[in-house]
T-cell receptor, first 113, second 118 residues
Framework: GDSVTQMEGPVTLSEEAFLTINCTYT??????LFWYVQYPGEGLQLLLK?????DKGSNKGFEATYRKETTSFHLEKGSVQVSDSAVYFC????????????FGQGTTLQVKP | DTGVSQDPRHKITKRGQNVTFRCDPI?????LYWYRQTLGQGPEFLTY????????KSRLLSDRFSAERPKGSFSTLEIQRTEQGDSAMYLC????????????????FGSGTRLTVV
């Protein structure tokens, strides 16, 4: 079945460091890909998305490119801030258009000043 | 509209008791989803509704679980004869049904109901 695998956390970085959180997926067809973020004490929020191969999603300085050849959707940010500390979830929505999301296990990011 | 509301925020119950959670979606959203999230894991799909019709149920949703959305607005998730393994965060989300709208905005999640079975 469809699945999403994220790199293990926690990831601990100093402020202004470069961030990469790896995400790979297994799916039939052409899924849409998402990154959701969960800040402490809050619900999941959509961070960015990409709906077809080679699309780049971006928001709040974060970027991710849909790579069909490597089945990946890695999240990057050039300079992290303390306020980026959160749990990040990679997810896919299969081509069936039910809207059902399959999530990775999440990666905790801790940014230290 | 204040987003997706879930009630209660926390629930502690004894094993064997029944519990019911409520979700109020964004009013114009006709799809409503339930997910379960255990510690250190990503959310796992349980079921979803389009309007009042329950269109898909996960194998995770055992016979002790039932979900309803009687008028296509709010939804309830009931767990009968709770077990310690039911302890988790139960998340509700809503979206528009059209593929384009969903892909534009994804879901809106509620803050969840944390269930602890003792």
């Amino acid at each position: 079945g469809d699945s999403v695998t994220q790199m293990e956390g926690p990831v601990t970085l100093s402020e202004e460091a470069f961030l990469t959180i790896n995400c790979t997926y297994t799916a039939t067809g052409y899924p849409s890909l998402f990154w959701y973020v969960q800040y402490p004490g809050e619900g999941l929020q959509l961070l960015l998305k990409a709906t077809k191969a080679d699309d780049k999603g971006s928001n709040k300085g974060f970027e991710a490119t849909y790579r069909k050849e490597t089945t990946s959707f890695h999240l990057e940010k050039g300079s992290v801030q303390v306020s980026d500390s959160a749990v990040y979830f990679c997810a896919l929505s299969a081509a069936s258009n039910t809207g059902k999301l399959i999530f990775g296990q999440g990666t905790t990011l801790q940014v230290k000043p | 509209d204040t987003g997706v509301s879930q009630d209660p925020r926390h629930k502690i119950t004894k094993r064997g008791q029944n519990v019911t959670f409520r979700c109020d979606p964004i009013s114009e959203h006709n799809r409503l989803y339930w997910y379960r999230q255990t510690l250190g894991q990503g959310p796992e799909f349980l079921t979803y509704f389009q309007n009042e019709a329950q269109l898909e149920k996960s194998r995770l949703l055992s016979d002790r679980f039932s979900a309803e959305r009687p008028k296509g607005s709010f939804s309830t998730l009931e767990i009968q004869r709770t077990e310690q393994g039911d302890s988790a965060m139960y998340l509700c989300a809503s979206s528009l049904a059209s593929g384009a709208a969903f892909l534009r905005g994804g879901y809106t999640f509620g803050s969840g109901t944390r269930l602890t079975v003792v």
